[in-house]
């Protein structure tokens, strides 16, 4: 079966002041050719317009919105916001967008990182944040070694959404990309 898929795919970056800039990315009307525009009630008040009653995305969806900034006089630079989560070649949740806060430091030939990602927060049935969040904290190195990106990354996963089923997962990660 033919179809055609859609998407304007929108960057944006503002310089707003010397090392600082807000950048974001946009998908607009991502969709398959020839599907209908919807409009779908969201509770009691409001409605909202998707692209296709298939896959349900809204005609204006973010992938990316943050801040970026580097702290003056040193090699710190601090970015907060939605952000792609990958690192390297692309481990560690390549496609996730999610709200991060990242840390990196550049020394030379090699970048320290610090990221603490938010995967969900449970929420009880009175909106009080009675349970823990899923989330994990990396810290990270890379370098290059004779014309070599060279990585190395360890990340703590932590799952407290539930009492019963509460679990952290220790995982390393490396990389070697270089021509031979």
Do not use: C
Not at 21 to 32: G, N, P, Q
Not at 47 to 52: G, K, L, N, R
Not at 83 to 110: H, I, L, V
Not at 167 to 176: E, K, L, P, Q, W
């Amino acid at each position: 079966q033919e179809f055609w898929d859609q998407r304007l795919r929108l960057n944006m970056v503002w310089p707003v002041a010397e090392g600082v800039k807000v950048s974001a990315r946009a998908d607009i009307l991502e969709a398959v050719w020839g599907d209908k525009l919807v409009t779908k009630q969201i509770g009691t008040g409001g409605t909202d317009v998707y692209a296709t009653a298939d896959n349900n995305k809204p005609q204006i969806s973010f992938d990316h919105v943050n801040l970026m900034f580097a702290v003056p006089n040193t090699p710190l630079t601090i970015s907060v916001g939605r952000q792609d989560a990958s690192w390297g070649p692309g481990n560690f949740t390549k496609s996730d967008n999610r709200d991060r806060f990242k840390a990196t430091a550049k020394f030379a030939d090699t970048t320290v990182l610090y990221t603490y990602d938010k995967y969900s927060e449970t929420l009880s049935l009175e909106g009080v944040a009675s349970l823990g969040d899923r989330r994990q904290h990396s810290v990270g190195a890379i370098s290059k070694v004779a014309d070599w990106n060279v990585g190395l990354i360890y990340g703590l996963i932590l799952d407290e959404t539930s009492p019963t089923t509460d679990s952290s997962i220790n995982a390393i990660d490396g990389y070697a990309m270089g021509k031979v």
